[in-house]
T-cell receptor, first 118, second 114 residues
Framework: GAVVSQHPSRVICKSGTSVKIECRSL??????MFWYRQFPKQSLMLMAT?????????EQGVEKDKFLINHASLTLSTLTVTSAHPEDSSFYIC??????????????FGPGTRLLVL | AQTVTQSQPEMSVQEAETVTLSCTYD???????LFWYKQPPSRQMILVIR??????QNATENRFSVNFQKAAKSFSLKISDSQLGDTAMYFC???????????FGTGTSLTVIP
């Protein structure tokens, strides 16, 4: 149980294009999802917190117009990297927190999406 | 703000031996959760063990156990009978009870030597 999927697993795009990454909780409902960015050999950096039906909360220094987050349902959150540039190349990981009362306090992570912007 | 520090960037251990990974954190919260996650080369984050700050008893999961010292804000992970499959990056994480944001340490790369 508690499986989180991400799609695509890897994507290569041209500079200036937009890329959408999906994060799905497959067997539980998640009112809250989180998006992280991880550079090679570094830790996970929280980018934003996504709550179902409301606007995402972005961490300091993260451009909300650059990284658009939508959490339209209890099982799906999307991250859109708009007008991607090479510096946006990274590994993006989502996580989902089960709805309170169903599973204990933790987050379950997706397998990540590797983005390469040429 | 919450900060999590892992002072050991790399460690190695002989197979079947025991190794301890250290983690310290700083917070003004009185209630929170602490976690150890493992990230193998596949980069999938895997939960190893969790600890609620209000529980004094140290958490244990099979070969994995923690030494939680709340006053010292220390949360170390002990891996007993190390196995080759334990080779991975290990991240210590702090979670706020309100908002549930995770704050990760910089990670410790553990290599189990056959």
């Amino acid at each position: 149980g508690a499986v989180v999927s991400q799609h695509p697993s890897r994507v290569i795009c041209k500079s200036g294009t937009s890329v959408k990454i999906e994060c799905r909780s497959l067997d539980f409902q998640a009112t809250t999802m989180f998006w992280y960015r991880q550079f090679p050999k570094q830790s996970l950096m929280l980018m934003a917190t996504s709550n179902e039906g409301s606007k995402a909360t972005y961490e300091q220094g993260v451009e909300k117009d650059k990284f658009l987050i939508n959490h339209a349902s209890l099982t799906l959150s999307t991250l859109t990297v708009t007008s991607a540039h090479p510096e946006d190349s990274s590994f993006y990981i989502c996580s989902a927190k089960p709805h309170r009362g169903t599973l204990f306090e933790t987050q379950y992570f997706g397998p990540g999406t590797r983005l390469l912007v040429l | 703000a919450q900060t999590v520090t892992q002072s050991q960037p790399e460690m190695s251990v002989q197979e079947a031996e025991t190794v301890t990974l250290s983690c310290t954190y700083d917070t003004s919260e009185s209630n929170y959760y602490l976690f150890w996650y493992k990230q193998p080369p596949s980069r999938q984050m895997i939960l190893v063990i969790r600890q609620e700050a209000y529980k004094q008893q140290n958490a244990t999961e099979n070969r994995f156990s923690v030494n939680f010292q709340k006053a010292a804000k220390s949360f170390s992970l002990k891996i007993s009978d190390s196995q080759l499959g334990d080779t991975a990056m290990y991240f210590c994480a702090f979670m706020k009870p309100v908002g549930n944001q995770f704050y990760f340490g910089t990670g410790t790369s553990l290599t189990v030597i056959p």
